[in-house]
Nanobody
């Protein structure tokens, strides 16, 4: 099993920044992919960004140029630096760990952006 613990969410004004962290522990296998998803009330859970253990990254169009995903493999930690936040970024942000054998989710962290 893999345990994921997210942190760093909170309330911020539009234009502000937040940095989310997700620490993974347990049966960490490589190669793997770490992803950040978000889910706003009444909406589906959408992929925000992903990063492979080889550091290849991909972003949703809505966050390109504003969000940066990174990871520290030695610490089994993935980060999401969020800049120029908008009210529409308000959501619960979830960390996901995936390898070819299994996938796990964190409990989520709330991000609220006020206008």
């Amino acid at each position: 099993q893999v345990q994921l613990v997210e942190s760093g969410g909170g309330l911020v004004q539009a234009g502000g920044s937040l940095r989310l962290s997700c620490v993974a522990s347990g049966s960490i296998l490589r190669p793997n992919v770490m992803r950040w998803y978000r889910q706003a009330p009444g909406k589906e859970r959408d992929l925000v960004a992903r990063i492979s253990s080889g550091l290849t990254t991909n972003y949703a169009d809505s966050v390109k140029g504003r969000f940066t995903i990174s990871r520290d493999n030695a610490k089994n930690t993935v980060y999401l630096q969020m800049n120029s936040l908008k009210p529409e970024d308000t959501a619960v942000y979830y960390c996901n760990y995936w390898n070819t054998q299994y996938s796990y989710w964190g409990q989520g962290t709330q991000v609220t952006v006020s206008s």
